[in-house]
Nanobody
C-alpha cells in the first residue's frame, strides 16, 4: 500500500503563486511516476502535470509555461509550483503516484484563487 499526503493548498489572490507538495510513504519501491490532477466544482478531474522517476515532465496546456513540477526521489516527494494563478485554477488538487500500472491518489488539497 502507498499513502500520499498533500500540503500547501489554501486561498491565493489572482496573479499569485502556490506551492504544493506531496509525500509518499508505504510500499514505494521501483520505478514510478508522480503527478498532480485537479477537479474544479462541476467539472471532471483533469491532469495538471506528471513527472517520471527520470525527471521527464508533462503539463496540461492550461498550466504549461506557468507551472513547474519537480520531485525528490530520495524522500518520495513531488512538488508543484504554479504562478500567475487565475480564478479558473480553483480546484481540489490531487497527488498521484503510478507504480506497476496502478495509480494511487491522495486525499486532495483545496486551492482557491480569489480576491
Amino acid at each position: 500500500q502507498v499513502q500520499l499526503v498533500e500540503s500547501g493548498g489554501g486561498l491565493v489572490q489572482p496573479g499569485g503563486s502556490l506551492n504544493l507538495s506531496c509525500a509518499a510513504s508505504g510500499s514505494v519501491f521501483g520505478i514510478y511516476s508522480m503527478g498532480w490532477y485537479r477537479q474544479a466544482p462541476g467539472k471532471q478531474r483533469e491532469l495538471v502535470a506528471t513527472i517520471t522517476i527520470g525527471g521527464r515532465t508533462n503539463y496540461a496546456v492550461s498550466v504549461k509555461g506557468r507551472s513547474t513540477i519537480s520531485r525528490h526521489n530520495a524522500n518520495n516527494t513531488v512538488y508543484l509550483r504554479m504562478n500567475s494563478l487565475k480564478p479558473e485554477d480553483t480546484a481540489v488538487y490531487y497527488c498521484i503516484l503510478t507504480l506497476s500500472g496502478y495509480t494511487y491518489w491522495g486525499q486532495g488539497t483545496q486551492v482557491t484563487v480569489s480576491s
